[in-house]
């Protein structure tokens, strides 16, 4: 599975590095949206500035929003597959929660001037880093 992230984005970034951590099972790999990466895989997804939505891509899907970070949090150890239970709220009440989110993360959690780079030691979870 791959996730894709805003790169320059405070809060995105804590969130791959919050996945990583609980990922034990080592099922995730991560390029941000703003990789050569993104926009030979996603296409015009990745040329939306600034970035509006997480996308998970599982088995050939694309997913965006709430239903990829709910989809990400059932692979995570610990209680986190306990959020699955959100599905059963439709996706554009969650949706508009999760865009309210994105809408006002640069100010919340701010946002740097190139992408983050993992460390040396997790350089193979990422695609073109």
Request: aromatic share 16%.
């Amino acid at each position: 599975m791959i996730v894709f992230f805003d790169g320059v984005c405070n809060l995105c970034t804590k969130s791959v590095q919050f996945i990583i951590e609980r990922d034990k099972k080592k099922v995730f790999q991560f390029s941000s949206l703003q990789s050569a990466y993104a926009k030979r895989t996603l296409g015009f997804e990745a040329t939306l500035q600034p970035p509006q939505s997480l996308l998970l891509v599982k088995e050939n899907k694309v997913y965006s929003k709430s239903t990829a970070a709910l989809l990400i949090a059932k692979e995570l150890k610990g209680a986190w597959p306990l959020l699955t239970i959100f599905f059963i709220i439709p996706p554009f009440i969650r949706n508009y929660v999760y865009d309210w989110i994105a809408k006002n993360r640069y100010a919340w959690f701010g946002k740097t001037d190139q992408c983050w780079l993992p460390d040396p030691t997790l350089h193979q979870l990422f695609l073109e880093a």
